[in-house]
């Protein structure tokens, strides 16, 4: 069973990305927009993947890293240049244009 989580700020990211999700078999469980409701998420899920950008309203990809660290895996999508913030090394980077094929990969390696 996947546990996926999107959280992106905007709602146009959040939307392509779980279409692209679900076309592809990889409904996501919960569609949020902040960190908490992320970290929420994946606490009632029993852990999971949160896929998100690299900023969120309330945390970074960073902050929310920490604060699910052993709950969930944390797949960063973003600008190049924004992803070189995110600190911590246990958060998958992917940048901008992604690619499906990429998206997907990411997904099953973190699975």
Do not use: H, W
């Amino acid at each position: 069973m996947n546990r996926i989580i999107v959280a992106f700020a905007n709602d146009k990211n959040r939307s392509r990305i779980s279409e692209v999700l679900e076309a592809s078999g990889y409904a996501p469980k919960k569609i949020c927009r902040t960190g908490k409701e992320a970290i929420r998420a994946a606490r009632s899920l029993g852990g999971g993947i949160i896929i998100c950008g690299c900023r969120l309203p309330d945390m970074t990809a960073d902050d929310l890293s920490y604060d699910i660290s052993g709950i969930a895996s944390v797949l960063a999508v973003g600008q190049p240049t924004m992803l070189e913030m995110c600190e911590n090394e246990s958060i998958y980077k992917l940048s901008v244009p992604l690619r499906k094929d990429k998206l997907l990969s990411a997904i099953n390696f973190l699975l």
